[in-house]
């Protein structure tokens, strides 16, 4: 996977995400399930961020960006801010 690969994976939850919440504009919101995909969006999103700039990290410094790989999603979001 290259970085125009994992920047097409964000653009696609990215747009997911803005249908997700344009549905809790509807009349009684999200569903339950709607909230559920909403959290793994949000995840996910996280996850290919992080991908993302791992990779830029390594060409920055001359490494291979293709030696990075996704981190698990409990690692991802105990990452301090």
Known sequence: MDD?????????LVAEEH???????????????ERARLELVRVQ??????LLRQR???EEFGLDPDETSMRPANTVERYKQ
């Open 19 to 33: 249908q997700l919440h344009a549905a809790a504009e509807r009349e009684g919101g999200h569903t339950v399930d």
């Open 4 to 12: 125009s690969d994992v920047q097409d994976h964000i653009e696609a």
């Open 45 to 50: 999103l996280d996850r290919y961020w992080d």
């Open 56 to 58: 830029r990290a390594h």
